[in-house]
């Protein structure tokens, strides 16, 4: 796990559901590529299964071999609207890729998206999304870190 991303916003998760129902800290990992069920090599996800299980424990948490956990804010939801929307990214443009301050990411008829300083990523971009859904997410770092291990 690279990055946390915090999103306040009302969604329709299972994490949201049970943040709301029962006042239970809640949180979705998104660990790589959808696959069918059972495709997924789960030893690629040791690491973060190991220090998961230390942070609900209250235990140390085991050392990283990486860089630091990258902490974000979802500052703007994009959601698509109507059939009319523009989302001006590639395709294949990865997660948490860092936009130009006045860059239009995206466009409908009654709103424009247009990268800010202060949120320049974009996350889970997607223009084949369905009208009402969201077609992306912009992000801003943020100082907050996940605990190191002592």
């Given at each position: 796990?690279?990055?946390?991303?915090?999103?306040?916003?009302?969604?329709?998760?299972f994490t949201h559901f049970t943040c709301e129902k029962f006042?239970?800290?809640?949180?979705?990992?998104?660990?790589?590529?959808?696959?069918?069920f059972g495709a997924n090599d789960l030893g690629l996800f040791a690491a973060a299964d190991a220090a998961?299980?230390?942070?609900?424990?209250?235990?140390?948490?085991?050392?990283r071999d990486k860089a630091p956990v990258d902490y974000f804010?979802?500052?703007?939801?994009?959601?698509?609207?109507?059939?009319e929307?523009?989302?001006?990214?590639?395709?294949d443009v990865e997660n948490f890729t860092a936009l130009p301050a006045g860059y239009e990411i995206a466009r409908q008829a009654e709103k424009r998206w247009v990268v800010q300083a202060r949120a320049p990523y974009i996350l889970f971009p997607n223009a084949g999304v369905a009208t009402g859904q969201r077609a992306g997410l912009l992000l801003r770092?943020?100082?907050?870190?996940?605990?190191?291990?002592?």
């Open positions: 796990m690279d990055a946390v991303v915090r999103h306040i916003e009302a969604g329709g998760t006042a239970a800290q809640s949180a979705t990992l998104e660990l790589g590529k959808v696959m069918p998961i299980r230390a942070w609900i424990a209250d235990a140390p948490l085991p050392p804010l979802v500052e703007e939801s994009i959601i698509k609207r109507e059939g929307f523009t989302l001006n990214l590639a395709a770092a943020a100082a907050l870190r996940l605990p190191q291990p002592a």
